[in-house]
Every structure is written in structure tokens, then in C-alpha cells.
């Protein structure tokens, strides 16, 4: 009985090839994941500023820096020129302030209350308001005021 060995010819390339014929191909594209994510990300940052409590508030402009995001949504209270005071978006009578903060502090996890007054209101509102908020059981009170104002420094 003889046998016979069969013997290995390599083809000739025709072209370029990848591996095998019919293999398939282990690559991942990240072009279309990095385009959807940039897309996402430019619509994100336009519509964060849009997010914000829609109660018309003048704000003073300072040169202090933004606080830090939280995790929580922020209770907003707001002073308008007026001298109305608003929680969130709803009005609310200063009789009722400190009631109304306190059944608040006690369902939320974050003591923190964003003031938002109005630069014409006058500081004994914008100091009793805060008052209010520290006996609400708030007492991480974070001031809003817009940025590029003058700075104590002279700059």
C-alpha cells in the first residue's frame, strides 16, 4: 500500500486579503459610537442651562465661581423685585415658608437650598428669607448670582 503525501501549495495573492477566505472580521469601528456620543454631549450642554427654575430673577454678578453639581435635584427658593417669594416654581406666602421647608427637609436627603434673589431686593428680605430657610432646617444655603460681575480685587 502506498501513500501519498499531499503537498501544501500557497495560492498566489490576488489583491489584498484579511485572513481567511470567509473569516470574519474582529474590529470594531468606534467612529459611529464617538459621533453619536459628541452629538449627545453638545445637546446635553445646550439644553442644561434650559433646565433651570424659570421664575424671572435680575441676579447680581459677582466673579465667584459655580458650586459643585449634586445628585440630588436643588431646591431653589427665589425672591423676586416684588418681593414674592417662590419654592421651585410655585408662590408661596411668607407665613407658610418655614412650614412648607420643613415638611421638605424632612422627605430630602440633601440640606441644601439654592437662594436665588433678585439684585433690587433689599438685604433685610434677602437675610429674613434665609433665616426662614435656616429654621426650615436648611442650613447649606448657596447663594445664585451670575458670573462675570466685578471682583473686590480690582480685576
Known sequence: MGGSVAQFKPRARRGRRRGRHGALMSEINVTPFVDVMLVLLIIFMVAAPLMTVGVPVELPKTSATPLPSVEEEPLTVSITAEGTITLMKTEIARDELIEKLRAIAAERQDNKVFLRADGRVPYE??????????AGGFNNIG?????????MDGR
Open 143 to 151: 447663594l445664585v448670582t451670575e458670573t462675570g460681575g466685578p471682583s
Open 125 to 134: 428680605v434677602v437675610a429674613q428669607v434665609m433665616g426662614a430657610l435656616n
